[in-house]
């Protein structure tokens, strides 16, 4: 594997380097979230009691269920405050399985953990119009995780050959460092279905 080959700056392979160093990886995760952008939408269809502006997060087969959801809802919310709270967490939980089930991903209930800082950031971007936080951002953190397992590969490759402890080091670094740079190019160069985890088998060197 040759390494400037394999890190050429292409934009892309930037965002998705540093996207893997910030963030775990089941990203996608944040859309189960009481704070992600599919209950807040669902929040918002609420208030206007209107449920166009939620079916784009689901498959044109499941809008039916989605629309008994949400005016079952709609109906029950009118009982008083508990009943709202009930209908509305059914009504949410519904359209969140919905929508991981059509992207390929489980769904294991409502969260009330906070959207992912860097999903915050994609999505303040998307809203503002610009990419240049985020790929500042990414460019930066992919760039300090290769510099330092490279830093580290190259040193320990000095010694490599003093003794058998010292190869052995060499080795768990040379195999940390290509399989890093070898997640970044099968990431940049394969589809990534959303929800999915992605993670690609290697043989030990």
Not at 48 to 63: A, M, N, S
Not at 86 to 99: G, N, P
Request: charged letters at 25%; aromatic letters at 6%.
């Amino acid at each position: 594997m040759v390494f400037h080959r394999l890190i050429a700056p292409t934009a892309a392979l930037v965002l998705l380097g540093g996207f893997m160093a910030l963030a775990p990886m089941n990203a996608g995760a944040h859309c189960d979230t009481m704070s992600g952008p599919v209950i807040s939408t669902a929040r918002l269809a609420l208030d206007k009691g209107d449920v166009t502006p939620v079916l784009k997060w689901i498959k044109p087969g499941d809008e039916a269920e989605v629309r008994a959801a949400f005016k079952q809802a709609l109906a029950v919310r009118k009982q008083g405050k508990a009943a709202k709270e009930l209908a509305d967490k059914s009504y949410f939980e519904t359209l969140v399985r919905l929508h991981r089930a059509g992207e390929g991903a489980s769904y294991t209930g409502l969260k009330d953990t906070p959207v992912e800082p860097i999903i915050a950031k994609t999505d303040a971007a998307i809203a503002q119009g610009s990419i240049d936080d985020v790929t500042k951002l990414l460019t930066e953190a992919m760039a300090k995780q290769l510099r330092e397992k490279f830093d580290l590969v190259s040193a320990r490759a000095k010694e490599a050959d003093k003794n058998v402890e010292a190869g052995r080091e060499y080795v768990e670094a040379y195999v940390d460092f290509t399989h890093y740079v070898e997640r970044l190019h099968s990431d940049i160069t394969a589809d990534v279905v959303h929800g999915a985890e992605h993670a690609p088998s290697h043989e030990e060197e």
